[in-house]
């Protein structure tokens, strides 16, 4: 489990190849030791207005 970085006692992390269907992209966070069940933020593409 490849660690992105940490905050305080915030992890932030992601795993390789994670379930079947593969999921889209995001990465768990999750305070102290890292959890598979840990919270997903899902990596989108950001929409301007213009």
């Known amino acids: ?3 992105v970085f940490k905050i305080g006692s ?3 992390y992601f795993w ?4 079947e269907p593969l999921e889209p992209i ?3 966070v999750a305070q102290g030791k890292p959890e598979k069940n840990a919270t997903k ?3 989108t ?3 301007r207005n213009s």
């Not at 390789?16 to 379930?19: F, L, S």
């Open 1 to 3: 489990m490849p660690q």
């Open 10 to 12: 915030y992890w932030v």
């Open 16 to 19: 390789a190849d994670e379930n």
């Open 26 to 28: 995001h990465v768990h």
């Open 41 to 43: 933020i899902w990596i």
């Open 45 to 47: 593409k950001s929409v």
